[in-house]
């Protein structure tokens, strides 16, 4: 693989990783209101190894070119994200700073242990699905790995296109992962002791999904009705 092309997309990937979006305000979000961040930043980076598997099978390219079937994909994912929006904004005034480690009064109230131990894994489980989503189902994601990603592959390279992809893939993945860590341990760290200002924050991540849901279903919605309009 070219060392060039793979300094220069690491460059570019990891400008696109540290920009603020709604990977941000997810991984923000459930760093506040759960006991552990990573179910969350794991979700992201599933829903970034999907977009992965799709490019090197040759299915984001072919999505990419039907807007119709792309459009609905927007929809979809605008309207994931104005659910998940509204539900962070619902929760604002929970937002609390986990330890993990359970107290004595909610250990003999919960009975065994492994009663406690079971809606947590499940609430683990579902931050995780819903981190799969938000990265996962953002037609920005797939955009970027079709048109951007190619641009950094070398035909005339040892390694099979096939295998550069997924190499070019899996390494944003990486960065997210290290990236969404080190945004989410930094906001927990900085906000530990101001829970006012964690409110204020989860508020804030909620808010910046609700807007950037309504921008993407604006975008497809108007277009549609104005094409129905004409006719």
Known sequence: MNSQLFLAFLVVAG?????????WAYSIAAGLKERSFVPAVAGLCGGYVLHTVLMVA?????LAGLPGVLGWLTVAGAAYLLWLGFGTIRSWRGATFGTGVASPESATAGGPAGTAAAPAESNQFRTFLQGVGTSGINPKGLLFFVALVPQFVSPEASLPVPMQSALLGLTFVLLVAVVYTCVALLARKLLHSRPGAARRVTLASGIIMVALGTVLL????????????WQ
């Open 15 to 23: 400008a696109l990783a540290c920009t603020p979006g709604v990977d």
């Open 58 to 62: 040759g299915l984001a390219a072919l």
């Open 218 to 229: 604006s975008e497809q919605l108007i277009p549609m009705a104005t094409g129905i309009a």
